[in-house]
C-alpha cells in the first residue's frame, strides 16, 4: 500500500483570486464552476478567502465520504451557515444527538404516513389544475414552487393554527433560498459585513422562526400535541424509544424548519424541470400521458398507482440526474486518509451532486436528457455510486419517498388533464440555489382531449 501524501499535494484550481480565493467563481457560476474541477483530479483544492476547502470529484470518492467513511465526517462550513435558520435541525445535528432524532422522526415518513399524506398530495394537485384556464400562460416554476409549499405545509399542520406559518413560509423561503449558497461559499472575514446577501438571510429566517415559535406554541397551549396525524402533532408527541426523550419547542422548530428548507424547492426545481424537459422531449412525453391514460384514467391519482407509473419515475430519475443538488460540504472529526490523501482533523471537504450526474465516466452522452437509461435492461450500465440524488448513508435524505409519491402524484394529475406548450422564444436558464433550479418556465396550457 502507498503511503498517504499531505494536502499540499492535492492540486490547486486555477483561478483564485487574492482575498476571496474561488469564492467570486463559485457565486458567480457554481454550477460551471463545480463541474468544472474534475478536470485536475478527485480530490481538488479551492480557496474560500484563506480557507481552503477540498472538493472531492469522482464518486468513489463521494462514497468514502458519505458512506465508508462517514463516521470521521461531520456537517461541514454550508450547515454551519444554515444554524440561523434550521438551528440543530436533522440536516445541521452531529453525533449522538442526529441518531437520536433521526429515530424519532424517521416514522413521520413511514409508509403509512406517506399513504396518508398522498391524499394531501393528490387534492393539492388537483386544486392546481382546477386553477387553470385554457389558454392561460402558466410559469411552472411559480406554479411548482407554491404546490411543493403548500404541500408540505399541509402535511405538516392539519388544522387553522399553521395557516400564519404557510404565509410566512411563502413570503420568506425564496428569500432564504436565494441567499443561502452566497452565505455558505463566503470567505469567513465577510461574516461580519452587513453585506446584502447576509442581512436579507438573517431578516428572513428570523421572521420564519418567529412564525414557526408562535406555531408551536400555540399548539401546545390548544393541546394540539396527541398524534393528529400532522407532521407537528408527531414531533410535538414524538419520544425516543430507547432514550424516553421528547422535542423542546425549540426543537421542534428547528426540525420544522429544516424539513421546510430541505423538502420545497428540491422538489418544486423537480417538478418544473420535469414538465420542461418533457415538453421538449414529445417522445418521452407520450409515453408518459399515455401510461398514465392507462393506469389512473381520470379518477384522482392514489398512492396505489405510484408504483405502477414506472415511466414517470424513469422521467424523474433521468431530472433528478440532470438537475440535482448543487453543493454539499462535511468536515472531518478526526486524521482521514481519502484517495491517498491524509487530511488532518477539521478539513472542509465539499461535493456537488449536480458536477457527479453529469461526469462522462459515469454516464454515456451525460448532458442528453434520456429516461430510456433508467429502464431494466440499461440501469445496470451505471454503478450504484453513481447516483446519488438524496445522498447516502446515514444523512441520506428522510424525504425520499415522500418526494417520489409527491412528484408521482403531481405530473399524472397535470399531464391527465393539460397539455403544456412552452412559450416560444424562451430558454429557462438554471439559477443555482440548494439545487439548480429553472428562472422560469413559461408554459400555455391547453386541455387535453383523450
Ligand atoms: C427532489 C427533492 C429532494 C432532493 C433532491 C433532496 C436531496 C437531499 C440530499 C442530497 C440530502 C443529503 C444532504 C447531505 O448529505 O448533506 C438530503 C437530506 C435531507 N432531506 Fe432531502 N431532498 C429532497 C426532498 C426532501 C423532502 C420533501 C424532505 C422533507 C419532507 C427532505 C428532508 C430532508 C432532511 C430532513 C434531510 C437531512 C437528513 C439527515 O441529515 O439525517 N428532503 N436531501
Not at 446584502?196 to 408551536?216: G, M, P, Q, W, Y
Not at 423537480?270 to 418521452?284: I, R, V
Amino acid at each position: 500500500m502507498s503511503v498517504p501524501v499531505g494536502l499540499q499535494s492535492v492540486p490547486r484550481a486555477p483561478g483564485a483570486v487574492p482575498l476571496l480565493g474561488h469564492a467570486l467563481a463559485l457565486w458567480r457560476d457554481p454550477l460551471t464552476f463545480m463541474t468544472s474541477l474534475r478536470q485536475h483530479g478527485d480530490l481538488v483544492q479551492v480557496g474560500l478567502g484563506t480557507m481552503p476547502m477540498i472538493v472531492v470529484t469522482s464518486a468513489e470518492l463521494v462514497h468514502e465520504v458519505t458512506v465508508k467513511q462517514a463516521r470521521s465526517f461531520e456537517k461541514g462550513r454550508f450547515f454551519d451557515r444554515l444554524r440561523p435558520l434550521a438551528g440543530n435541525g436533522l440536516a445541521n445535528s452531529d453525533g449522538e444527538l442526529h441518531r437520536q432524532h433521526r429515530r424519532m422522526i424517521q416514522p413521520m415518513f413511514s409508509k403509512e404516513r406517506i399513504a396518508d399524506y398522498s391524499k394531501i398530495m393528490s387534492r393539492n394537485a388537483r386544486e392546481l389544475v382546477d386553477s387553470w384556464t385554457p389558454g392561460q400562460v402558466v410559469d411552472l416554476e411559480q406554479a411548482m414552487a407554491k404546490y411543493a409549499i403548500d404541500t408540505l405545509a399541509s402535511t405538516m399542520f392539519s388544522t387553522e393554527i399553521g395557516l400564519p406559518a404557510v404565509e410566512a413560509i411563502r413570503k420568506n423561503l425564496p428569500t432564504l433560498l436565494k441567499n443561502l449558497l452566497i452565505r455558505a461559499a463566503s470567505p469567513k472575514f465577510l461574516d461580519r459585513f452587513p453585506i446584502r446577501a447576509n442581512r436579507d438571510f438573517d431578516t428572513a429566517s428570523k421572521a420564519l422562526r418567529a412564525v414557526i415559535d408562535e406555531v408551536v406554541a400555540g399548539a401546545r397551549r390548544s393541546g394540539h400535541t396527541d398524534n393528529k396525524g400532522d407532521l407537528l402533532s408527531l414531533l410535538l408527541s414524538a419520544q425516543d424509544a430507547d432514550s424516553g426523550k421528547s422535542l423542546s419547542d425549540v426543537e421542534v422548530r428547528d426540525e420544522l424548519s429544516t424539513i421546510l428548507f430541505a423538502g420545497a424547492e428540491t422538489t418544486a426545481a423537480m417538478l418544473a424541470w420535469t414538465f420542461h424537459e418533457l415538453a421538449s422531449h414529445p417522445k418521452a412525453e407520450k409515453q408518459v400521458v399515455a401510461e398514465i391514460q392507462e393506469v389512473v384514467g381520470d379518477r384522482p391519482v392514489t398512492i396505489a398507482d405510484v408504483p405502477r407509473l414506472e415511466g414517470i419515475r424513469r422521467v424523474l430519475d433521468e431530472v433528478l440526474r440532470l438537475h440535482g443538488v448543487t453543493l454539499l460540504m462535511r468536515r472531518t472529526t478526526e486524521p482521514v486518509v481519502l484517495g491517498g490523501v491524509e487530511m488532518p482533523a477539521g478539513t472542509e471537504v465539499a461535493f456537488s451532486l449536480y458536477a457527479l450526474h453529469r461526469d462522462p465516466a459515469l454516464y454515456a452522452n451525460p448532458e442528453a436528457f434520456d429516461p430510456d437509461r433508467w429502464l431494466p435492461a440499461r440501469r445496470g450500465d451505471i454503478a450504484r455510486e453513481a447516483y446519488v440524488p438524496f445522498g447516502a448513508g446515514n444523512r441520506k435524505c428522510i424525504g425520499d419517498q415522500y418526494v417520489w409519491t409527491e412528484a408521482t402524484i403531481a405530473i399524472a394529475t397535470v399531464l391527465a388533464r393539460w397539455e403544456l406548450t412552452p412559450l416560444p422564444g424562451h430558454t429557462p436558464k438554471e439559477v443555482a440555489s440548494a439545487v439548480a433550479h429553472a428562472d422560469r418556465i413559461p408554459m400555455t396550457v391547453k386541455q387535453r382531449h383523450v
